[in-house]
């Protein structure tokens, strides 16, 4: 080192280290990062919002059939609790009243779904049907383990039945 003639004291030097964190090559790094995480984020959104467009176009009896058959899915795949199947099975099929018929169901009891679909004179087959799969849970909870997995999938059975059945014919 030198020393300064004029003052006689050493000459100041920078610091001689400096933090990874304070170079150039970090912040370019975090700036990267940030960009391609929010692309990423950008693309999953897209893919979402497609899918959700996708599916709004399809008729109410195909929507109620895809999520009939992602539950039996679910159910075949891992032990599915009989109250959860029996819960996401009325969900399914109040949706698919709603959309399909108009009808102000999503917001009642299983009770109430069936005096309102007597209320307004549908078939006794269907509304029979409808009882049958609201208050499944009702009669599984006493039943021992292979009996309530039969009844849960003769109930995913009726259900598909009963849409497959209310599905309009094209006229020729």
């Given at each position: 080192m030198k020393i300064d003639e004029k003052t006689g004291l050493y000459e100041n030097y920078g610091l001689w280290h400096v933090p990874?964190?304070?170079?150039?090559t970090f912040y370019f790094i975090i700036k990267i990062t940030l960009v391609i995480a929010t692309v990423i984020v950008c693309i999953a959104l897209y893919k979402l919002y497609a899918a959700y467009k996708k599916r709004k176009k399809l008729p109410a009896w195909q929507?109620?059939?895809?999520?009939?058959?992602?539950?039996?899915?679910?159910?075949?795949?891992?032990?599915?609790?009989?109250?959860?199947?029996?819960?996401?099975?009325?969900s399914i099929v109040k949706i698919y009243l709603h959309n399909r018929?108009?009808?102000?169901?999503?917001?009642?009891?299983?009770?109430?779904?069936?005096?309102?679909l007597q209320k307004r004179?549908?078939?006794?087959?269907l509304?029979?049907?409808?009882?049958?799969?609201?208050q499944g849970s009702i009669f599984i909870?006493?039943?021992n383990g292979a009996a309530a997995q039969e009844q849960m999938n003769n109930d995913?059975?009726?259900?598909l039945f009963m849409i497959k059945k209310t599905i309009p014919q094209k006229n020729k």
């Open positions: 990874f964190w304070q170079t150039e929507c109620a059939v895809h999520d009939l058959q992602k539950l039996h899915d679910a159910q075949q795949h891992s032990f599915v609790e009989a109250k959860e199947f029996y819960a996401s099975l009325g018929f108009g009808y102000d169901v999503l917001s009642k009891t299983d009770d109430e779904v069936v005096e309102y004179q549908m078939e006794n087959e509304i029979e049907d409808v009882r049958a799969l609201l909870k006493f039943a995913y059975e009726r259900a």
